[in-house]
C-alpha cells in the first residue's frame, strides 16, 4: 500500500525513544474491564489504544499479510510471573521489572500493564527478517505504533521483533497525536447528512442526520466493525467484531453471531428492507440473517474458495438479496442482488475496504483504502481521492447519496470526502477536481 506523506506541521510520536504514556487514573497491571476492550483472540488493550490496533491488524489482514497478538494487556500476576520466569533463566533484564509499593505488595511496570504494547505474531513466529515485521516497520507508525528503542536489533540484550507499543496520543515526549477509529459512515435519508460512526461505538451526526445513541459511555466487550441505518432512519444498528449487535433509536438488537473474533471477525452490517432484521458478514464469507433479513447464500456456504478475506455487505434495496466484496476487489452475488462486475483486476495498490450499493439496486461503488472509487452497472463515477490530498489514515467506508448522484468517503481519522451532488457537512474538505483515480465499468 502506497500513501502519501504527512504534512511537515505533523510530528510523528513514532520514535525509538518515545514510550506511552499510561491510563490516568488506572494502576499498571489491575486496570478494570471498564477501560479495556477486545481487539483479537487473546487480546485486550486500552480503550484508547484498542481501535488503532484493530485497523492496524484489519489492514494487514486485508493486504495478506499473516500477522496476529500473542499478548496485549497483561495483569500484574503476568507480569510477575514472566519476571520470575526469565530471572530462573537467568535473563532477568528480558522482562520488565517488577517494582514494590510501599506496602510491600508488587507493582507492575510493563507497557502491557497499561494495554499500550502489543506482542505480534505470525505463523512461524515474529523475528527481524519475517514478512510480518517488515510489514510492521512500514505501517504500524501510521497508525501509532511504535517500536521501542530498546527493542529494536542491537537496542538493549533482549531485542523483540515483536514488541510494539502505542504511542497514538503523542507518548511522553508530548508529540502529534494519531487518531485512526472511524469504521463508518452512516446517510440520512434523505441524503442532507451522515452520522460517523467509530470502533468504540461514538456516533457523531452531521447535517440533520440525528444522533439516537452510541456506546460512548458505555463498557465496550469488543471493537465496533460497522453500522447500517434504517432506511426510513428511525434507528441503526452497531455491530462488533464479536457479532455483538447494539440498537439505537426506535430499533433493538434482535440477536447476535456471538462469532469468535479469531480467524472470523464481523466486518460488516446491512440493514433489510423493512428495518426489522440485518445481515452480518464475517472476513471468512459468513452471512447471518437476522430478523426479516433472509440468508440467500455465502462463499463459506457455497464452499467458495477466498484468496482474499471479506471486507464489505450492501444489500439491495428490496432486501431480496446482497453483495460481499473482498479485499482484492471480487464481488460476490446473492439472492436478488446480480453481478455488475468487480475490481479483481485492478492494480492492487492498495485493498478495497467498503461496497456501497446505488439506490434502485442496479450498481455498486467499490472504494479502496487510497481514496480510489470503482463504479460498476449504473452507479456513476464520480472522482476519487486527488493525488494531491495526503491522507494520514486510510479511507475505511464509502456511502452513497439518495439519488445516486454522489457519494462519501471517509477515513479513519474522521476527515469526510465528498464527490457529485453530496453535501459536505464535517469532516474535511471536498476535492474541486475530479481525478482519474479508479474505474467506471
Not at 264 to 279: E, H, I, L, Q
Amino acid at each position: 500500500m502506497t500513501f502519501r506523506t504527512a504534512p511537515a506541521s505533523f510530528d510523528s510520536p513514532v520514535q525509538p525513544d518515545n514510550r506511552p504514556n499510561g491510563v490516568a487514573g488506572d494502576t499498571n497491571g489491575l486496570m478494570p474491564s471498564r477501560d479495556l476492550v477486545g481487539v483479537a483472540p487473546g487480546c485486550q488493550a486500552a480503550r484508547a489504544a484498542a481501535p488503532s490496533l484493530g485497523l492496524l491488524l484489519a489492514t494487514a489482514r486485508d493486504e495478506g499479510v499473516a500477522l496476529g497478538t500473542e499478548q496485549c494487556y497483561r495483569p500484574l500476576s503476568e507480569q510477575v510471573s514472566v519476571r520470575k520466569r526469565w530471572t530462573s533463566a537467568g535473563n532477568s533484564a528480558c522482562a520488565a521489572p517488577v517494582a514494590t509499593a510501599p506496602s510491600g505488595a508488587p507493582k507492575g511496570t510493563s507497557m502491557h500493564g497499561w494495554g499500550e504494547a502489543a506482542d505480534f505474531g505470525a505463523p512461524g513466529g515474529l523475528t527481524f527478517d519475517s514478512p510480518g515485521y517488515g510489514w510492521l516497520t512500514t505501517h504500524a507508525g501510521r497508525f501509532g505504533w511504535n517500536h521501542p528503542a530498546w527493542a529494536r536489533p542491537g537496542g538493549s540484550l533482549c531485542p523483540e521483533a515483536w514488541h510494539w507499543e502505542w504511542v497514538g496520543d503523542g507518548g511522553t515526549m508530548g508529540q502529534s497525536s494519531v487518531r485512526a477509529d472511524v469504521v463508518g459512515l452512516l446517510p440520512a435519508p434523505d441524503g442532507l447528512g451522515y452520522s460517523i460512526v467509530t470502533s468504540l461505538g461514538a456516533v457523531r451526526s452531521y447535517g440533520d442526520a440525528t444522533t439516537r445513541g452510541s456506546l460512548v459511555q458505555s463498557a465496550l466487550g469488543w471493537l465496533i466493525a460497522g453500522a447500517c441505518r434504517t432506511p426510513d432512519g428511525g434507528g441503526y444498528w452497531l455491530a462488533g467484531v464479536d457479532g455483538s449487535v447494539y440498537g439505537f433509536g426506535d430499533v433493538r438488537s434482535l440477536g447476535s453471531t456471538r462469532a469468535k473474533p479469531t480467524a472470523n471477525p464481523v466486518v460488516g452490517v446491512a440493514a433489510a428492507a423493512d428495518g426489522k432484521g440485518y445481515w452480518l458478514a464475517t472476513s471468512a464469507g459468513n452471512v447471518f440473517g437476522i430478523g426479516t433479513a433472509a440468508f440467500h447464500g455465502s462463499p463459506a456456504a457455497s464452499g467458495s474458495p477466498l484468496t482474499r478475506p471479506i471486507v464489505a455487505i450492501a444489500n439491495t434495496p428490496t432486501g431480496d438479496g446482497y453483495w460481499l466484496a473482498d479485499s482484492g476487489g471480487r464481488v460476490f452475488a446473492y439472492g436478488g442482488a446480480s453481478f455488475y462486475g468487480d475490481a479483481s483486476r485492478r492494480a492492487h495498490r492498495s485493498p478495497v475496504i467498503s461496497m456501497a450499493s446505488t439506490p434502485d439496486g442496479r450498481g455498486y461503488w467499490l472504494a479502496d483504502a487510497e481514496g480510489r472509487v470503482f463504479a460498476h452497472g449504473d452507479a456513476p463515477f464520480l472522482g476519487s481521492i486527488p493525488h494531491r490530498i495526503t491522507l494520514r489514515e486510510p479511507v475505511v467506508a464509502i456511502a452513497g447519496t439518495s439519488d445516486a448522484g454522489g457519494y462519501w468517503l471517509v477515513a479513519a481519522d474522521g476527515r469526510v470526502f465528498a464527490f457529485g451532488d453530496a453535501p459536505l457537512y464535517g469532516g474535511g474538505p471536498r476535492p474541486r477536481t475530479i481525478e482519474a483515480a479508479g474505474t467506471r465499468s
